[in-house]
């Protein structure tokens, strides 16, 4: 499996942008960039993902590389309640008969805080 | 709520003891996971499910045993666990890209 790597850790404060790096040289052609984040004491919840083309959400925005090798997810207003740790995972797409394949592989994830 | 519903929440269990975690999603999802989270440890993958048949197994002990009786429920049954089996365990589901988790049951073995 195609690996990420993120810093550990990064702080922010509240209402201000935060860019959360990741870094996937060895990224495929046809894997998908998946971000999930992890709030305290819940399960992991879908962030965003993408192929190539930057990608917008209510959540979050992605910006990919051009040559896919990095992207960064980026969290327009910071709020306390985006304290979390954010994963960056690969993923390959969906095969063309549509089933299911490919598994979500957890690395250690930035740590983000967020400051009042 | 997620759509994925676990139960229990909390479980606290002697090593002697026979227990089972649920998982129930009715997204309409074919694929079903579940997850190990231990303490100051990511996430580590146990089990894969897709259409109800087992796909992977991640060397996990047999005391850890998945049962997948249709698309929508996932179990873990447990037997003489150790310890080192305390831990936060996750179920989720994948229609095959992006996929929905359940919050967890915390497992306490004593």
């Known amino acids: 499996d195609a690996k990420t790597t993120q810093p550990n850790s990064m702080e922010s404060n509240e209402e201000e942008p935060v860019h959360l790096p990741c870094n996937h040289s060895?990224?495929?052609?046809?894997?998908?960039i998946h971000w999930y984040r992890q709030l305290p004491s819940q399960g992991p919840e879908y962030v965003i993902h993408g192929l190539t083309s930057n990608v917008n959400n209510r959540m979050a925005s992605l910006a990919i590389a051009e040559d896919r090798k990095s992207s960064t997810l980026i969290l327009h207003r910071a709020t306390l309640r985006d304290a979390a740790v954010y994963y960056c995972?690969?993923?390959?797409?969906?095969?063309?008969?549509?089933?299911?394949?490919?598994?979500?592989?957890f690395g250690q994830g930035t740590i983000l805080t967020v400051h009042p | 709520e997620t759509g994925v519903t676990q139960t229990p929440r909390h479980l606290v269990m002697g090593m002697t003891n026979k227990k089972s975690l649920k998982c129930e999603q009715h997204l309409g999802h074919n694929a079903m996971y579940w997850y190990k989270q231990s303490a100051k440890k990511p996430l580590e993958l146990m089990f894969v499910?897709?259409?109800?048949?087992?796909?992977e197994n991640n060397s996990v002990p047999s005391r850890f045993s998945p049962e997948c009786p249709n698309s929508s429920h996932l179990f873990l049954h447990l037997h003489t666990l150790q310890p080192e089996d305390s831990a936060l365990y996750l179920c989720?589901?994948?229609?095959?890209?992006?996929?929905?988790f359940g919050s967890g049951t915390r497992l306490t073995v004593v």
């Open positions: 989720a589901s994948s229609p095959g890209d992006g996929y929905t």
């Open positions: 995972i690969l993923l390959p797409g969906r095969n063309a008969g549509g089933t299911s394949y490919g598994k979500l592989t």
């Open positions: 499910y897709n259409f109800k048949e087992q796909t």
């Open positions: 060895t990224i495929s052609g046809t894997d998908y």
